[in-house]
Protein backbone atom coordinates (compact mmCIF):
# COMPACT_ATOMS: atom_id res chain seq x y z
CA UNK A 1 0.00 0.00 0.00
CA UNK A 2 1.45 3.51 -0.84
CA UNK A 3 3.63 2.64 -4.38
CA UNK A 4 2.07 4.60 -6.83
CA UNK A 5 3.04 4.41 -10.29
CA UNK A 6 1.78 5.55 -13.61
CA UNK A 7 0.12 2.22 -14.78
CA UNK A 8 -0.64 0.40 -11.38
CA UNK A 9 -1.13 -3.26 -11.91
CA UNK A 10 -5.01 -4.98 -11.38
CA UNK A 11 -3.62 -6.25 -7.20
CA UNK A 12 -3.01 -2.77 -6.64
CA UNK A 13 -6.73 -1.84 -8.25
CA UNK A 14 -8.96 1.71 -6.99
CA UNK A 15 -8.99 1.01 -3.32
CA UNK A 16 -5.53 0.77 -2.82
CA UNK A 17 -3.77 3.47 -4.79
CA UNK A 18 -6.66 5.89 -3.31
CA UNK A 19 -8.22 4.87 -0.42
CA UNK A 20 -9.32 8.42 0.21
CA UNK A 21 -12.20 7.54 -2.06
CA UNK A 22 -13.43 4.63 -0.18
CA UNK A 23 -13.85 6.92 2.85
CA UNK A 24 -16.03 9.48 1.01
CA UNK A 25 -18.35 6.60 -0.06
CA UNK A 26 -18.48 4.95 3.15
CA UNK A 27 -19.02 8.62 4.63
CA UNK A 28 -22.02 9.00 2.23
CA UNK A 29 -23.49 5.88 3.65
CA UNK A 30 -23.64 7.46 7.03
CA UNK A 31 -26.50 9.26 8.21
CA UNK A 32 -27.05 12.90 8.21
CA UNK A 33 -29.93 14.74 9.85
CA UNK A 34 -28.24 17.73 11.70
CA UNK A 35 -30.32 21.05 12.15
CA UNK A 36 -30.22 23.59 9.78
CA UNK A 37 -28.24 26.71 10.71
CA UNK A 38 -31.03 28.91 9.16
CA UNK A 39 -34.00 27.95 10.39
CA UNK A 40 -34.06 26.56 13.77
CA UNK A 41 -37.54 25.21 12.87
CA UNK A 42 -39.06 21.89 11.84
CA UNK A 43 -42.36 21.16 9.78
CA UNK A 44 -45.47 20.58 12.78
CA UNK A 45 -47.72 17.30 11.95
CA UNK A 46 -49.77 16.93 9.02
CA UNK A 47 -53.36 18.14 10.00
CA UNK A 48 -56.94 18.61 7.77
CA UNK A 49 -55.79 22.38 8.36
CA UNK A 50 -52.94 22.36 5.34
CA UNK A 51 -54.28 22.71 2.69
CA UNK A 52 -56.23 25.78 3.54
CA UNK A 53 -52.92 27.21 5.65
CA UNK A 54 -50.00 25.58 4.26
CA UNK A 55 -47.08 23.82 5.78
CA UNK A 56 -47.11 24.62 9.57
CA UNK A 57 -43.44 25.13 10.86
CA UNK A 58 -42.74 24.98 14.76
CA UNK A 59 -39.96 27.59 15.81
CA UNK A 60 -36.97 26.48 18.51
CA UNK A 61 -35.42 28.81 20.52
CA UNK A 62 -31.55 29.19 18.87
CA UNK A 63 -30.27 30.80 22.09
CA UNK A 64 -29.77 27.74 23.80
CA UNK A 65 -28.14 26.07 20.97
CA UNK A 66 -25.22 23.90 21.73
CA UNK A 67 -22.59 24.53 19.99
CA UNK A 68 -20.44 21.37 20.87
CA UNK A 69 -21.30 18.11 19.30
CA UNK A 70 -19.57 14.59 20.11
CA UNK A 71 -20.23 11.33 18.47
CA UNK A 72 -19.12 7.81 17.70
CA UNK A 73 -20.11 5.76 14.66
CA UNK A 74 -19.80 2.16 13.86
CA UNK A 75 -20.91 0.37 10.69
CA UNK A 76 -20.28 -3.19 9.03
CA UNK A 77 -20.73 -3.14 5.07
CA UNK A 78 -20.44 -5.57 2.22
CA UNK A 79 -19.23 -4.77 -1.25
CA UNK A 80 -18.91 -6.97 -4.30
CA UNK A 81 -16.02 -5.23 -5.31
CA UNK A 82 -13.82 -4.74 -2.24
CA UNK A 83 -10.78 -3.05 -4.73
CA UNK A 84 -12.85 -1.23 -7.07
CA UNK A 85 -11.45 -2.90 -10.46
CA UNK A 86 -13.06 -3.27 -13.76
CA UNK A 87 -12.70 -7.09 -13.86
CA UNK A 88 -11.73 -9.94 -11.49
CA UNK A 89 -14.23 -8.09 -8.75
CA UNK A 90 -14.15 -10.07 -5.21
CA UNK A 91 -17.12 -9.90 -2.27
CA UNK A 92 -15.64 -8.66 0.81
CA UNK A 93 -16.80 -7.47 4.07
CA UNK A 94 -15.11 -4.46 6.01
CA UNK A 95 -15.80 -2.62 9.39
CA UNK A 96 -16.09 0.91 9.51
CA UNK A 97 -15.98 2.91 13.40
CA UNK A 98 -14.82 6.13 14.49
CA UNK A 99 -14.85 9.27 16.62
CA UNK A 100 -15.82 12.67 15.98
CA UNK A 101 -16.21 16.12 17.33
CA UNK A 102 -17.91 19.35 15.96
CA UNK A 103 -18.06 22.76 16.48
CA UNK A 104 -20.74 25.16 15.92
CA UNK A 105 -21.01 28.67 16.68
CA UNK A 106 -23.07 32.35 15.45
CA UNK A 107 -21.10 34.81 14.68
CA UNK A 108 -22.24 38.22 13.92
CA UNK A 109 -25.21 38.39 11.31
CA UNK A 110 -25.84 35.15 8.93
CA UNK A 111 -22.23 34.00 10.00
CA UNK A 112 -21.28 30.73 11.38
CA UNK A 113 -18.36 29.39 12.45
CA UNK A 114 -18.11 25.61 11.70
CA UNK A 115 -15.27 23.33 12.71
CA UNK A 116 -14.85 19.38 12.62
CA UNK A 117 -12.36 16.79 13.44
CA UNK A 118 -12.79 12.66 12.89
CA UNK A 119 -10.60 9.64 12.87
CA UNK A 120 -11.90 6.43 11.62
CA UNK A 121 -11.00 2.68 10.98
CA UNK A 122 -11.47 1.06 7.92
CA UNK A 123 -10.78 -3.20 8.53
CA UNK A 124 -11.68 -5.76 5.82
CA UNK A 125 -12.18 -9.15 6.44
CA UNK A 126 -10.45 -11.19 3.94
CA UNK A 127 -8.35 -8.40 1.67
CA UNK A 128 -6.57 -7.19 4.50
CA UNK A 129 -3.85 -5.15 2.68
CA UNK A 130 -6.94 -2.92 2.39
CA UNK A 131 -6.90 -1.76 5.82
CA UNK A 132 -5.98 1.75 6.60
CA UNK A 133 -7.12 4.68 8.68
CA UNK A 134 -8.24 7.94 8.32
CA UNK A 135 -8.34 11.25 10.00
CA UNK A 136 -10.23 14.56 8.64
CA UNK A 137 -10.11 18.13 10.00
CA UNK A 138 -11.79 20.65 8.34
CA UNK A 139 -13.08 24.60 9.69
CA UNK A 140 -14.65 27.20 7.96
CA UNK A 141 -17.62 29.73 7.99
CA UNK A 142 -20.96 28.99 7.42
CA UNK A 143 -23.52 31.56 6.26
CA UNK A 144 -27.02 31.80 5.81
CA UNK A 145 -28.71 33.03 2.65
CA UNK A 146 -32.71 33.57 3.48
CA UNK A 147 -32.68 35.32 0.08
CA UNK A 148 -31.96 32.21 -1.77
CA UNK A 149 -34.74 30.57 -0.45
CA UNK A 150 -32.52 29.80 3.14
CA UNK A 151 -29.67 28.07 0.97
CA UNK A 152 -26.43 27.61 2.94
CA UNK A 153 -22.92 28.38 1.55
CA UNK A 154 -19.94 26.94 3.08
CA UNK A 155 -16.54 28.05 2.54
CA UNK A 156 -14.10 25.45 4.35
CA UNK A 157 -10.30 24.61 5.19
CA UNK A 158 -9.90 20.61 4.54
CA UNK A 159 -7.45 18.09 5.66
CA UNK A 160 -7.18 14.84 5.15
CA UNK A 161 -4.56 11.88 6.65
CA UNK A 162 -4.23 8.47 5.50
CA UNK A 163 -2.42 6.03 7.48
CA UNK A 164 -2.01 1.96 7.29
CA UNK A 165 -2.12 2.18 11.13
CA UNK A 166 -2.69 5.63 13.08
CA UNK A 167 1.03 5.04 14.46
CA UNK A 168 2.18 5.00 10.94
CA UNK A 169 3.41 7.64 8.78
CA UNK A 170 1.08 8.43 6.56
CA UNK A 171 0.72 7.01 2.67
CA UNK A 172 -1.93 9.57 1.85
CA UNK A 173 -2.31 13.69 2.91
CA UNK A 174 -4.83 16.12 1.18
CA UNK A 175 -5.73 19.91 1.71
CA UNK A 176 -8.48 21.12 -0.19
CA UNK A 177 -10.45 24.36 -0.46
CA UNK A 178 -13.94 23.86 0.14
CA UNK A 179 -16.86 25.84 -1.57
CA UNK A 180 -20.47 24.48 -1.92
CA UNK A 181 -24.29 25.83 -1.60
CA UNK A 182 -26.78 23.51 0.16
CA UNK A 183 -30.82 23.87 0.34
CA UNK A 184 -33.65 22.18 2.23
CA UNK A 185 -36.93 22.29 0.47
CA UNK A 186 -39.65 20.86 2.82
CA UNK A 187 -42.68 19.86 0.77
CA UNK A 188 -44.95 19.17 3.45
CA UNK A 189 -44.88 17.49 7.12
CA UNK A 190 -43.57 14.16 6.23
CA UNK A 191 -41.65 14.86 2.77
CA UNK A 192 -38.59 16.81 1.88
CA UNK A 193 -35.50 17.23 -0.48
CA UNK A 194 -32.17 18.24 -0.16
CA UNK A 195 -29.94 19.90 -3.69
CA UNK A 196 -26.15 20.55 -2.77
CA UNK A 197 -23.09 21.46 -4.96
CA UNK A 198 -19.82 21.23 -3.82
CA UNK A 199 -15.98 22.08 -5.49
CA UNK A 200 -13.14 21.18 -3.95
CA UNK A 201 -9.57 22.52 -4.87
CA UNK A 202 -6.49 20.51 -4.14
CA UNK A 203 -4.08 22.85 -3.21
CA UNK A 204 -1.59 20.33 -1.60
CA UNK A 205 -1.53 16.14 -2.19
CA UNK A 206 1.19 13.81 -1.06
CA UNK A 207 1.48 11.90 -2.84
CA UNK A 208 1.48 14.55 -5.82
CA UNK A 209 -0.10 11.94 -8.54
CA UNK A 210 -3.49 11.86 -6.18
CA UNK A 211 -3.52 15.52 -6.23
CA UNK A 212 -7.30 16.37 -7.96
CA UNK A 213 -10.16 19.00 -7.73
CA UNK A 214 -13.51 17.79 -7.10
CA UNK A 215 -16.61 18.96 -8.46
CA UNK A 216 -20.05 17.02 -7.22
CA UNK A 217 -24.07 17.90 -7.49
CA UNK A 218 -25.68 16.06 -4.73
CA UNK A 219 -30.08 15.11 -4.65
CA UNK A 220 -31.67 14.29 -1.33
CA UNK A 221 -35.49 12.44 -0.77
CA UNK A 222 -36.31 12.30 2.49
CA UNK A 223 -39.64 10.85 3.61
CA UNK A 224 -40.56 10.53 7.11
CA UNK A 225 -42.62 7.49 8.05
CA UNK A 226 -42.85 8.44 11.90
CA UNK A 227 -41.07 11.02 14.56
CA UNK A 228 -38.50 8.05 14.40
CA UNK A 229 -38.06 6.33 11.31
CA UNK A 230 -36.76 8.39 8.04
CA UNK A 231 -36.34 6.82 4.24
CA UNK A 232 -33.57 8.34 2.15
CA UNK A 233 -32.85 8.40 -1.68
CA UNK A 234 -29.83 9.76 -2.57
CA UNK A 235 -28.15 10.35 -5.87
CA UNK A 236 -24.14 11.98 -6.43
CA UNK A 237 -22.60 12.98 -9.37
CA UNK A 238 -19.20 13.90 -9.21
CA UNK A 239 -16.48 14.82 -11.29
CA UNK A 240 -12.44 14.08 -10.10
CA UNK A 241 -9.72 16.10 -12.01
CA UNK A 242 -6.47 14.18 -11.50
CA UNK A 243 -4.12 17.01 -13.12
CA UNK A 244 -0.47 15.08 -12.04
CA UNK A 245 -1.66 11.14 -13.52
CA UNK A 246 -1.69 11.81 -17.19
CA UNK A 247 -4.58 14.32 -17.22
CA UNK A 248 -6.94 11.37 -15.55
CA UNK A 249 -10.37 12.25 -14.88
CA UNK A 250 -13.64 9.74 -13.78
CA UNK A 251 -16.58 10.68 -13.50
CA UNK A 252 -18.26 9.20 -10.65
CA UNK A 253 -22.13 8.16 -9.89
CA UNK A 254 -23.83 6.78 -6.56
CA UNK A 255 -27.69 6.14 -6.44
CA UNK A 256 -28.24 4.96 -2.74
CA UNK A 257 -31.67 4.51 -0.23
CA UNK A 258 -31.42 4.04 3.49
CA UNK A 259 -34.07 3.51 6.64
CA UNK A 260 -32.48 5.15 9.39
CA UNK A 261 -34.33 4.74 13.38
CA UNK A 262 -34.00 7.50 15.91
CA UNK A 263 -35.78 6.34 19.15
CA UNK A 264 -34.17 9.70 21.00
CA UNK A 265 -31.89 12.55 19.73
CA UNK A 266 -28.53 11.40 21.02
CA UNK A 267 -29.38 7.53 19.59
CA UNK A 268 -29.75 6.18 15.83
CA UNK A 269 -29.14 3.17 13.86
CA UNK A 270 -29.69 2.48 10.25
CA UNK A 271 -29.55 0.30 7.17
CA UNK A 272 -28.79 0.85 3.30
CA UNK A 273 -27.77 -0.28 -0.24
CA UNK A 274 -25.71 1.65 -2.51
CA UNK A 275 -24.58 1.54 -6.86
CA UNK A 276 -21.45 2.94 -7.49
CA UNK A 277 -20.21 3.47 -11.29
CA UNK A 278 -17.32 5.07 -11.98
CA UNK A 279 -15.91 5.92 -15.74
CA UNK A 280 -12.52 7.35 -16.30
CA UNK A 281 -10.54 8.15 -19.51
CA UNK A 282 -8.22 5.58 -18.22
CA UNK A 283 -10.30 2.29 -18.60
CA UNK A 284 -7.93 0.73 -15.53
CA UNK A 285 -10.22 3.10 -13.16
CA UNK A 286 -13.27 1.80 -14.93
CA UNK A 287 -15.66 0.17 -11.79
CA UNK A 288 -18.80 -0.65 -10.71
CA UNK A 289 -19.81 -1.70 -7.27
CA UNK A 290 -22.03 -2.26 -4.52
CA UNK A 291 -22.05 -1.93 -0.90
CA UNK A 292 -24.39 -2.33 1.78
CA UNK A 293 -24.41 -2.22 5.31
CA UNK A 294 -25.86 -1.25 8.73
CA UNK A 295 -24.74 1.68 11.26
CA UNK A 296 -25.08 2.25 14.98
CA UNK A 297 -24.05 6.20 16.18
CA UNK A 298 -24.20 8.01 19.39
CA UNK A 299 -24.45 11.44 19.85
CA UNK A 300 -23.62 14.29 22.67
CA UNK A 301 -23.86 17.76 22.70
CA UNK A 302 -22.83 20.14 24.98
Not at 270 to 281: F, K, L, P, V
Amino acid sequence: MGVLVFAPTRTQAQTLLDPSRTARDTSQSLSNDDESVVGGSTAAEESSGDSDLGIQMLLKRNENAQPFSLWVDSSGFWTDNAANVSTGETQDYFYAGGVNTAWRYKLEGRYYADAYLGQHWYRYDSMRQLDYDNGEVSFGLLAALPELKDSIFYLHYYYQRITQDITDSSIYDAQQIRVGLQNAIQINAANSVNIGLTSSYGVGTSPELLQRHEHALQLGYKFRVSSQVVLSLSYRLAYFDYFNMQERQDVNQNLGAAVTYRPCVNFEMGAGYYYAINQSNNAFFDYQTQLGGISVAGKLKF
